[in-house]
């Protein structure tokens, strides 16, 4: 099916079954723990060995010697796969570390071996004796004293429009400030796992993947092995956050070492190595500024952001959404990248967009102070309809970048296909009570505790892909759907299950849903908030072909039949849809394409954070009281596990205002936090009343179920709403992530 032009009405639109709030059809797998995540499905590999990832102890330099002749002695030991005796590796994808390091080590904790025993205790005990030489070279590890380096990255070219530096000189009231967020890890529950089997040259891995194509492709360039020989099955992946985009150290190294055992073998990574083995959300630091007319109209809107990566990594694309979410004519946006012998940055929920509006949602608080300016007004009446300036340059459509990217030249008016922005902040400011806040910092006290109020406006790209699916009807009149999507604890499974079940005019218990196996048709996967929109879509086509099919089989006319009931109705004649199925089960298959319509439209969502703090006057500790997000993101598929995804958003924009942060050893260049017991993230008892409140909205350019993603669009904004929340309760601007209360400390007691 060819999408290029904007849907009409189709059976989507009846919502018997799409936008109608169903728990997740697998939940009841997850919450009894029956669900066979890929490390614990002993059934496809009941023989395997346990591989125990050694990780260097070095950030860069190589190595000397790698003595591994004690460890194979060791009791249970099968195999050692080192740079030794594997063959080469090869970095490939959106990772530029090797997989497996030696004798150059690119990153601490770069994997170095594996060793393959009977048990994992004894891979553990045996690695313990491998015996390593290393020649430390002198490395590059701090951000900002790499700032000379840095470059500019093709990924993201300059963009000047007007005369920025001019109008910000010129410009009534001015915001000039620099904002910094730290190294965060994703820390999602289930780490990196994998198991390997070969069957003759066909490697099958199961493994934690949001991309199976990805994963495949990489995997094939990393070990050398052809894409057609290697299967993937990721069936359930608890969490990723973009930090199982593609094939890591746990994949290849399992399937290297099921080559040198002659076994399937098991792999996953301790927590305390995946911090540094892994990828991470890069550092940035960020130079805002804003330059309004006394009536806060802006004028200028520079936003400068500087990341770090490895030598062939990719920048924080903190800056691009700076392009798109105000007004003003004069225009600067530069994103830089340096150097750095860390270990690999890559992508983090929401991308670009989470970092840079901790950035710039505050710089537009401290413009409201300025112009003394309550922020939603300073917001709304800097709203545009269109993208602002337009340069002619369409969006990445690449969903593991930010949002888009526009080049320097302008030419037409390039609309944005929906835009509630306004509408987010006016009724987020309605039902949080926004008119109690007081402008005046610390004029608000609940006893010890300082009150405060925040806002931050949220935005995150819409992308969406090509997708098939595979549909089949049986003759029990149930209808299995097919695709190598993935679900990572998203709901994926559930909104699979209601597009089918709504084309074909059944309950969602008519409805199997097989996801996660790349012998499914490709449906690109979980990212980039891309996986809802994109997998749907591809679901419709081949649920289009199916209703063709059996109307062909029932002797109806397909266009006007109706799929309503369990039945296939025209007219007077009503069949039950499991009679198409009475010769043999009928299989369709398509695969959704894109004209161009998201070159004629900028496609993005939007939304609006509120949130209220209290900050403790004598101990500057700060609790979080009240959350609220305002949503609109085309047709809301399921509003319960869309709600779910942006409660899980704003949990994780509270971990980044308040808690999270990899601490960089500046002389061995490692991150020393690298566990859960240091690496802090929110837990229940810092997370308070959560509202969430979507939008009604449709967009037809989209696809055929007018949907966007939002578990992205939930993170962008949070962390900024709290800085802003935490400044209106004391009067302290933190501009220096995370906000803790050591930052405050000094500043609060003349207060107190
Ligand atoms: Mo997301 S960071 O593109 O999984």
Redesign the pocket.
């Known amino acids: 099916m060819k999408f290029d032009t904007p849907a009409g009405t189709n059976p989507i639109d009846q919502e018997m079954v799409i936008g109608k709030p169903h728990p997740r059809i697998e939940g009841r797998l997850k919450t009894t723990g029956t669900a066979v995540y890929s490390y614990e499905n002993h059934a496809v590999a009941p023989n395997a060995a346990y591989g125990y990832v050694v990780g260097a102890g070095i950030s860069k330099g190589r190595v000397v010697t790698i003595d591994i002749s004690e460890a194979k002695a060791s009791t249970g030991v099968l195999a050692i796969v080192t740079a030794d005796n594997a063959g080469p590796t090869k970095a490939s994808g959106f990772y530029a570390a090797k997989p497996l390091g030696g004798p150059e080590i690119d990153h601490y904790h770069q994997a170095i071996a594996l060793v393959v025993a009977e048990t994992f205790e004894q891979a553990r005990a045996a690695a313990s004796l491998i015996r390593v030489k290393y020649e430390r070279a002198n490395g590059a590890f701090v951000l900002a004293a790499a700032r000379a380096e840095a470059k500019p990255h093709k990924q993201q070219p300059d963009v000047r429009i007007g005369d920025f530096e001019n109008a910000f000189a010129a410009a009534a009231v001015k915001v000039d400030q620099t904002y910094t967020t730290p190294d965060q890890s994703h820390m999602m529950m289930e780490p990196h796992a994998t198991i390997a089997r070969w069957d003759g040259d066909m490697l099958t891995i199961w493994s934690a993947q ?1 991309i199976l194509s990805y994963a495949r492709r990489d995997l094939s360039a990393k070990i050398g092995v052809p894409a057609d020989k290697i299967r993937i099955v990721a069936t359930y992946v608890g969490g ?3 930090g199982k ?1 593609s094939a890591g150290s746990d994949a290849v190294l399992a399937a290297l070492g099921a080559r040198a055992a002659g076994r399937p073998v098991k792999v996953a990574l301790p927590r305390p190595l995946m911090p540094n083995n892994t990828s991470h959300r890069p550092a940035t630091i960020q130079r805002i500024r804003l330059g309004a007319g006394s009536d806060g109209r802006l004028v200028a809107i520079g936003h400068e952001s500087l990341s770090g990566n490895l030598s062939g990594g990719r920048p924080e694309i903190a800056a691009a959404q700076s392009q798109l979410l105000y007004a003003g004519a004069n225009r600067l946006n530069l994103t830089r990248l340096a150097t750095l012998d860390l270990p690999e940055g890559s ?5 670009g967009e989470a970092p840079g509006m901790m950035a710039l949602e505050i710089a537009m608080d401290e413009l409201a102070e300025k112009l003394a300016m309550d922020p939603v007004e300073l917001r709304i009446l800097n709203d545009t309809q269109v993208v602002p300036s337009y340069s002619g340059r369409e969006s990445s459509t690449d ?2 970048s930010a949002t888009g990217s526009h080049g320097p030249q302008k030419t037409a008016v390039r609309p944005f296909s929906t835009r509630q922005l306004v509408q987010c902040l006016r009724l987020g400011a309605e039902k949080f009570g926004w008119k109690e806040r007081d402008s005046r910092p610390g004029a608000r006290r609940d006893g010890n505790w300082l009150i405060g109020m925040g806002v931050a406006s949220a935005i995150r790209g819409a992308p969406i892909l090509p997708a098939g699916a595979r549909v089949t009807l049986d003759g029990k009149g149930m209808v299995t759907v097919e695709t190598n999507m993935t679900d990572m604890g998203t709901g994926s499974y559930t909104i699979i299950g209601q597009t089918a079940a709504e084309m074909m005019g059944l309950p969602l218990d008519r409805i199997v849903v097989k996801l996660g196996d790349s012998r499914f048709p490709d449906a690109f996967g ?4 891309a996986g809802a929109a994109t997998a749907t879509a591809g679901v419709y086509a081949a649920c289009v072909k199916l209703r063709e099919a059996v109307a062909t089989r029932l002797g109806f006319n397909s266009v006007d039949a109706e799929f309503v009931g369990g039945e296939v109705r025209f007219g007077n004649r009503r069949v039950a849809l499991a009679r198409a199925a009475d010769a043999g089960s009928l299989t369709a298959e398509d695969k959704i394409e894109y004209g161009d319509l998201s070159k004629q439209y900028e496609q993005q969502t939007f939304g609006a954070h509120f949130c209220e703090v209290g900050v403790d006057a004598w101990t500057g500790e700060i609790r979080l009281r009240r959350m609220l997000a305002v949503c609109a993101a085309g047709r809301i598929l399921n509003p319960l596990t869309a709600r779910s995804q942006v409660i899980g958003g704003m949990t994780m924009g509270a971990g980044a205002a308040l808690m999270e942060e990899l601490v960089v050893d500046k002389t061995f260049g490692l991150f020393v936090n690298h566990d859960m017991a240091s690496y802090e993230v929110p837990v229940h008892a810092d997370i308070p009343d959560q509202e969430v409140i979507f939008l009604n909205e449709l967009d037809p350019t989209m696809s055929p179920l007018k949907a966007k993603g939002v578990g ?1 669009l939930g993170i962008s904004g949070v962390a900024p709403a709290i800085a802003n929340a935490i400044y209106n309760a004391t009067g302290i601007r933190i501009r220096d992530y995370p906000i803790t209360l050591d930052k405050c400390l000094d500043k609060l007691q003349p207060m107190a």
Not at 526 to 529: A, N, V
């Open positions: 949001q990723g956050f973009g985009g992508a983090m929920r929401a991308p969903p593991q979980g990212g980039g908030q992205e």
